[in-house]
C-alpha cells in the first residue's frame, strides 16, 4: 500500500491528477482530506510509483504492508502532540488524565464529583449520559439530560467533557457539545459509527475491544482516520480472560507495543480493567512506567451510592491521593529521561 502526502495547500485539481495516475495504471485511490493536508491512499498500486513523486502538491510517498497505513509509523514515524480541546495538549510528556462517574446521574453527583476532581488536577471530566450494559434492565443512563449536566459540570469547572457515543445518528448533534467523543469497548467495531467518527471534527477516544486483537483495533482506528479525523487515541481498558479475580486482564504489554507500531496516543483505564477500586492506583502508575500517555478513571463522590459501577469507582479524597502520586512519578520519569538524553545513564 502507498499513502501519498501532499502539501497542505495541495488544491483539488493536484488531487485529482494524482488520483488519476494512480487508477489510470491499474490502482486504486482513496482521498482522506486530513486538517494538515490531504493524502491519497493508493490499494492495489503496482506499477512504478517514481511518477507519482514528480506530480504538483506531492511531498513524499510512503509504503506500509500493514493494514492501517495512515496509523502507522511506517507512513508517520511521528506525528504532533494531540489537541483535545483550547489548550489542553495530550503527548507532551506530561500524564493527562480524566476522571468522573461511569454515569451521570443527578446534578448533585455530577457537580460534586466534577468539582473534586478538578481541585485534585484532573483536565477532563467524563461521565456517561448513554450507558450500554450487558444487563437490559441494568441503569442505561439520563440520555440527553445527562449532556445537558455535563455541560454544566463544564461552565461550573472549565474541565472539557468527554462521554460515550453509540449510534452514528447521535454523532452529530452529540459533537458541537462535547469536547471528546467516546467509543466503548462493545462498540470499536461498529463500523458505522466509526465512519461517523471519521466526518467530525472532535477527538475520539477509542477504547479496545475486551476480545479483540491489537491489528482490529488499529484498523478500527483506521476507519477514523481514513474518514478525515486524525485525532483519535487509543484506549486499553483490559481484555476478556478466564481469571475471575478481576473484570478484565489489564494489558499493559499493548502500551509499548502499540506505541511501536503506531503515533496515536494511548491512555489506560484502570478501573474498567480491574473493576477493583484498591487496584487503580497501582495498576495507574504502572501504566504510566509503561509509557501510557494518561489515563481515564472512575470518580464518584459516593461510590456505595452508584447506579453503576460503585466497586471500581474512587471516591474523592482517594483520587486526590492518586493524583499526587501520579505527579510524582511523572516527575521521577520526566528526570529518568532527561538524564538519558544528557548521556549520564549507567548502564548496568
Known amino acids: 500500500m502507498t499513502v501519498v502526502e501532499m502539501t497542505c495547500n495541495a488544491n483539488s485539481l493536484e488531487v485529482a491528477r494524482v488520483c488519476e495516475n ?12 486530513w ?22 502538491g506531492v511531498v513524499a510517498l510512503h509504503e506500509t504492508k500493514c493494514s492501517f497505513p495512515l496509523a502507522s509509523r511506517d507512513v508517520f514515524a511521528s506525528r504532533p502532540a494531540m489537541e483535545l480541546a483550547d489548550g489542553l495538549i495530550l503527548g507532551q ?20 464529583t466534577a468539582r473534586g476532581v478538578k481541585a485534585s488536577g484532573a483536565s477532563v471530566l467524563r461521565g456517561g449520559a448513554f450507558k450500554p450494559r450487558s444487563n437490559p434492565y441494568a441503569f442505561q443512563g439520563l440520555g440527553s439530560e445527562g449532556i445537558a449536566l455535563l455541560l454544566e459540570a463544564r461552565k461550573a469547572t472549565g474541565l472539557p467533557i468527554i462521554t460515550e457515543v453509540m449510534a452514528p445518528e447521535d454523532v452529530e448533534w452529540l459533537a458541537p457539545h462535547v469536547d471528546i467523543l467516546q467509543v466503548g469497548t462493545r462498540n470499536m467495531q461498529n463500523f458505522s459509527l466509526l465512519k461517523a467518527l471519521g466526518r467530525v471534527d472532535r477527538p475520539v477516544l477509542l477504547k479496545r475491544g475486551m476480545a479483540s486483537t491489537v491489528d482490529e483495533w488499529l484498523q478500527a482506528a483506521e476507519y477514523i ?8 487515541v487509543l484506549c486499553e481498558r483490559g481484555i476478556r480472560s478466564f481469571d475471575k479475580s478481576t473484570r478484565n486482564t489489564l494489558d499493559l504489554s499493548v502500551i509499548p507495543l502499540v506505541k511501536s507500531l503506531s503515533h496515536l496516543p494511548v491512555v489506560v483505564d484502570p478501573s474498567h480493567a480491574t473493576g477493583r477500586r484498591e ?10 512506567a509503561a509509557g501510557a ?22 471516591d474523592i479524597p482517594a483520587f486526590a491521593a492518586l493524583m ?3 505527579r510524582h512519578l511523572a516527575g521521577a520519569l520526566a528526570a529518568g529521561e532527561e538524564e538519558a538524553r544528557c548521556g549520564l545513564g549507567i548502564a548496568i
Not at 22 to 33: D, K, L, M, T
Not at 41 to 53: E, T
Not at 97 to 106: I, K, T, Y
Open 22 to 33: 494512480i487508477e489510470s495504471r491499474g490502482g486504486q485511490a482513496r482521498v482522506v482530506p
Open 35 to 56: 486538517p494538515e493536508g490531504p493524502c491519497v491512499v493508493a490499494v492495489d498500486l503496482h506499477a512504478d510509483k517514481a511518477p507519482l513523486a514528480a506530480l504538483p
Open 93 to 112: 510528556g506530561v500524564p493527562l488524565v480524566m476522571a468522573g462517574p461511569c454515569s451521570v446521574e443527578s446534578r448533585r453527583q455530577l457537580l460534586e
Open 225 to 232: 482516520l481514513a474518514g478525515g479525523n486524525s485525532r483519535v
Open 279 to 288: 487496584l487503580i492506583l497501582p495498576m495507574s502508575l504502572a501504566a504510566l
Open 293 to 314: 500517555d494518561g489515563l481515564i478513571i472512575e470518580v464518584h463522590c459516593a461510590p456505595e451510592e452508584a447506579l453503576c459501577d460503585g466497586p471500581q469507582s474512587l
Open 324 to 326: 499526587g502520586r501520579v
